[in-house]
């Protein structure tokens, strides 16, 4: 199973940009879809997560800002509006296999906020 992340790169604040997250390869039954974000020296935390039927989860500090979508059962994206200085970290997206229960992940995709 492979992750492909894309649309990273730089913003100036309160500016926009999507992510997205395509899974390719045998996953035996898709469930959780999710983006976590690792700033420099410390552990990657939960960003959002979408269930397979498309409930969301939102960490506080992007709700309202950040809204998390499938487009598929493979697919995920992150639409990130009002962008802070404070959400430039690395993204990961991640996809869970709920027979095996294991856990896949993208490469990451940096975000820079800066003026």
């Known amino acids: 199973v492979q992750l492909q992340a894309s649309g990273g790169g730089l913003v100036q604040p309160g500016g926009s940009l999507r992510l997205s997250c395509a899974a390719s390869?045998?996953?035996?039954?898709?469930?959780?879809m999710a983006w976590y974000r690792q700033f420099p020296g410390k552990q990657r935390e939960l960003v959002a997560s979408?269930?397979?039927?498309?409930?969301a989860t939102y960490v506080d500090s992007v709700k309202g800002r950040f809204t998390i979508s499938r487009e598929s059962a493979k697919t995920v994206s992150l639409q990130m509006n009002s962008l802070k200085l404070e959400d430039t970290a690395v993204y990961y997206c991640n996809v869970r296999d709920r027979q095996t229960r294991s856990v896949y992940w993208g490469q990451g995709t940096q975000v820079t906020v800066s003026s």
């Open positions: 390869g045998s996953i035996l039954s898709v469930g959780d």
């Open positions: 979408i269930t397979s039927g498309g409930r």
